[in-house]
């Protein structure tokens, strides 16, 4: 199945027409022909803008742009080499493990059922020299032309090469400079080499320093270390000092250091003077800010972090780390994880943290009540790990013949919230997860050592956790004596001839006991003749999961709900007898007169 837009399915046919070459006959076909008339294929047109409906192709599209993003900038290439990045991001991806296949399987491993042979993967980007073939040789000629690396070719061992002159090739014969970004313009300066003194300044922005004072420590302890090295080079050398790699070099790192925004940074290693170079270039990335593209980084405050590492280099981030601190105090209370190793064929899913903001009314900012949500990565569970998914939800209809019940009776209307819902529910599937960002796994007293966590409990995300609390919730209210509606079956409602508890009293005027309760997850809306009975209810759900009164409502799914009594009085007042008043009362206090001739209101009928 082959879902695409009709823009795109234009921008698609228009790309061939410009490019020269004619549409394929499929494109042509389906673009003419009804759809009815092809067997075994159906598109299916999505709406425009709404690129979530894409599923998953929508999110390898992401990837493969923001893998891209990084060549280039690593690169330091234009814009006008995406197209080359891409292809290459997508050609390493189909030479990579994913985790849509199990550990270590790579997608050309599954297609040619034999290994990837990555002894032809090169630096993208960087300079490379390709050798002319004899036949070609100008006599006194060169014998090879400079040029930039910059993808490979499917089921053939050779690379692509763009020349400083722009023009492609295709060649076997290829010397690279890993250690030198390719650049069009020709200039007989390597990288490898220090810029001659009156080299024009560069027009890159120069990364400001903001050093900590653990950064500082940083650079003193790099200093001293060259120093060693040099002295220890010097005199294993015979005298003569070997040069320095670039990457060892004190500029090389003083520029990873400049990037550095975080407030703190951890203490040296301890080998750091004898470090060798790959773990040294390990160290220096983990020192270097994850976005080096944005710099200096200016954060909204007005908005919650986007993801972990965003809430740790936030300037509040304490209050970020002491929210989910609260949320992983929580979980672990309510026995959601469990350390254990992960059996053979069986895969981890992902968690991450999700941050938001309370406000007041007006708006503003609820300081001090942050919050952190660990969510399971639930897109990539695989069938095997869930069952029934569905779990209804309150509808607006019900909603509104509820609150008209209510206003017509003159029901009280109060809202109760549950606290940390789905972790009330355990599972009944075997699921994994990866380690909490921030949170190591806990040891455990066996003699393998947990790579993972198993999830007891529904958390947020998993495909089941909302049918799984619907099936908890419903279970605790009939055993209360609530009945599901089986119109919608998230209104649970019951009519109490006798009081259900000695501290329950029955109405003044001798009616029964009345309770509506509306489910919308974790949030409900109640209706009821009765305070007691209420109290005695959620007392009752208490015992399983956690509830808790918020009073009578005003705000329920963004509807804003006014319970105004005194309107009816007043309209009853005016003339309007019985239940008359409810549907006149609007009239009256508009100020508008009735008229004589006028129909009856549907709603008087059903009076």
Not at 64 to 69: F, G, P, R, T, Y
Not at 163 to 175: L, N
Not at 276 to 293: C, F, G, V
Not at 441 to 460: E, F
């Amino acid at each position: 199945m082959v879902w695409i837009s009709r823009e795109d399915f234009a921008i698609c046919i228009a790309s061939h027409a410009s490019s020269g070459s004619t549409p394929s006959i499929l494109m042509i076909t389906l673009a003419i022909v009804p759809l009815p008339l092809f067997c075994g294929i159906e598109i299916q047109v999505i709406v425009p803008y709404a690129h979530s409906q894409n599923g998953k192709a929508e999110w390898y599209i992401h990837t493969l742009e923001d893998s891209a993003q990084m060549l280039l900038a690593d690169a330091s290439l234009p814009p006008e080499f995406l197209s080359d990045a891409v292809l290459t991001v997508q050609y390493l991806h189909n030479h990579s493990p994913t985790s849509t296949l199990p550990a270590p399987l790579t997608l050309y491993e599954v297609l040619k059922k034999k290994k990837p042979d990555l002894s032809h993967f090169r630096v993208w980007g960087c300079q490379c020299f390709s050798l002319i073939p004899p036949e070609c040789w100008i006599k006194g000629g060169l014998q090879q032309y400079e040029g930039i690396f910059v993808g490979y070719e499917k089921g053939c061992i050779g690379w692509h090469v763009r020349s400083t002159s722009d023009e492609y090739y295709f060649s076997r014969d290829v010397i690279f400079n890993e250690n030198a970004h390719g650049s069009l313009r020709h200039s007989p300066h390597l990288l490898l080499s220090p810029p001659p003194p009156d080299a024009p300044p560069s027009s890159h922005p120069i990364c400001p320093h903001l050093l900590t004072e653990q950064g500082q420590a940083y650079l003193d302890t790099v200093c001293q270390r060259d120093e060693r090295l040099a002295h220890h080079k010097h005199s294993s050398h015979g005298g003569v000092p070997p040069a320095l790699h670039p990457q060892q070099s004190l500029v090389a790192i003083d520029g990873f250091l400049a990037l550095v925004m975080a407030s703190s940074l951890p203490d040296p290693p301890l080998n750091f003077f004898s470090i060798e170079l790959d773990i040294l270039l390990e160290q220096k990335s983990l020192m270097a800010w994850p976005d080096p593209l944005h710099l200096p980084h200016v954060f909204n405050l007005s908005k919650p972090p986007d993801n972990f590492c965003e809430a740790m280099a936030h300037p509040d981030a304490d209050v970020w780390c002491s929210a989910m601190g609260c949320e992983h105090s929580s979980l672990m209370e309510h026995g959601v994880f469990k350390p254990a190793k992960l059996p053979t064929g069986r895969k981890a899913i992902g968690v991450c943290w999700v941050y938001a903001y309370k406000y007041h009314p007006d708006g503003s900012i609820i300081k001090g009540k942050e919050e952190a949500r660990l969510i399971a990565q639930g897109f990539s569970q695989q069938p095997k790990d869930y069952g029934t998914t569905y779990a209804p939800v309150t509808k607006l209809t019900s909603i509104c013949i509820v609150l008209v019940l209510a206003t017509k009776n003159d029901y009280e209307i109060l809202i109760y919230d549950v606290k940390t819902a789905f972790l009330h529910a355990l599972l009944d599937r075997i699921i994994f997860c990866k380690h909490i960002p921030g949170f190591p796994i806990p040891s455990t007293d066996d003699s393998s050592p947990a790579d993972v966590l198993q999830i007891i409990c529904a958390v947020y995300g998993l495909q089941q956790s909302s049918h799984e609390f619907y099936v908890l919730l419903h279970g605790i209210l009939e055993s209360i004596g609530l009945i599901r509606c089986e119109v919608d079956h998230a209104v649970f409602y019951s009519h109490f001839s006798q009081p259900p508890h000695p501290s329950i009293l029955m109405p003044s005027n001798s009616e029964d006991l009345v309770i509506f309760m509306l489910v919308h997850v974790d949030d409900g809306l109640v209706a009821t003749n009765s305070l007691p009975l209420y109290h005695w209810i959620l007392a009752e759900m208490n015992k399983c999961i956690e509830v808790v009164d918020q009073g009578a409502v005003s705000l329920y799914l963004g509807i804003w709900i006014t319970h105004d009594c005194e309107l009816i009085f007043e309209a009853s007042a005016e003339g309007a007898p019985g239940c008359q008043c409810i549907s006149r009362a609007l009239l009256y206090h508009l100020e508008l007169s009735v008229c004589p001739h006028a129909c009856s209101l549907p709603f008087d009928q059903c009076c």
